[in-house]
């Protein structure tokens, strides 16, 4: 689907005192019939400063919730990534998949460019790279969506130095679930510390993918890693990212804690950091 854009209603203002909304989908770029990226433009004309990794929440009026005492209808309200860089000021980019029994995605599908929502003004999570020294290795880790994180990072600091090597692993069942393929197999190839490793589990035999197959822990084994990257990971040299299945975060980090690596808390420094994604 071709995606364009629009200007918001009425000079970028509410359309009335009792609108819940405060923002507009200006581009919607569908990859499949189950993963799109929205760009939303907030009505105040400036999205909240974040930090690439942090995430916030969108939401739509619950056309099936009675309504409040004050007459309100309750909204929907879902928490996701921000896969654009903080540089970007005026819109940000969600990278979200379909959940067919859920309770927002089906409703939010049904939204075209032009589309009203909701755009929290808060800014949560501690997904950064807040703390982790510039002379390391960034090992980015993700099944589906969950590269959006990855995507903001390697935007907002491409060429800057705040890293020695950047990693990218993200894992899907199918080729075509793969995001943002051309954007990264670009990075990899102007930029010789980029390092782009995407993977497949269910990809027909006969297809025309050429890239790895298997589950994501499979890329991080020892050897396997260090043939992939030309550099090992180890804990000296690495900090490793997780986002995504919570069972491949569980299992990445039981692998990673055997080879000496600590899981990072706010208070006790670590090199395995953790965003699972439901």
Sequence with gaps: MAAFA???????????????YNATIVQR???????????????????????????TTLGLIDPDAPPKKDGRKPMILRAYSIA?????????EFYIIL?????LTPKLWKLREGGRLWLSPKISGEFTLDGVPA??????VSTGTGIAPFVSMYRRYRGQNRWKRAVVINGCRLARDLGYVSEFERYAREDGNCVYLPTVTREPEGSDWKGLRGRVPLALEPQTYEKLVG???????????????????DDVEAMLLQRGFKTHKKRDPG????????
Aim: aromatic letters at 10%; one cysteine or more; glycine letters at 6%.
């Design 135 to 140: 002379d390391r290795d960034m090992v980015w």
């Design 271 to 278: 090199n395995i950091h953790l965003e699972r994604y439901w």
């Design 84 to 92: 654009s860089s903080p540089t970007v000021r005026e819109t940000m």
């Design 231 to 249: 550099a090992p990971l180890v804990p000296e040299q690495c900090h490793v990212f997780l986002c995504g299945n919570p069972q491949m975060i």
């Design 29 to 55: 770029w569908d990859q499949n019939e189950y993963t799109s990226i929205f760009t939303v433009r907030p009505d105040s004309g400036a999205c909240p400063p974040f930090e690439p990794g942090q995430f």
């Design 99 to 103: 959940v067919d029994n859920g309770k």
């Design 6 to 20: 629009v200007q918001p209603p009425h000079g970028g203002r509410r359309l009335s005192q009792t609108d819940p």
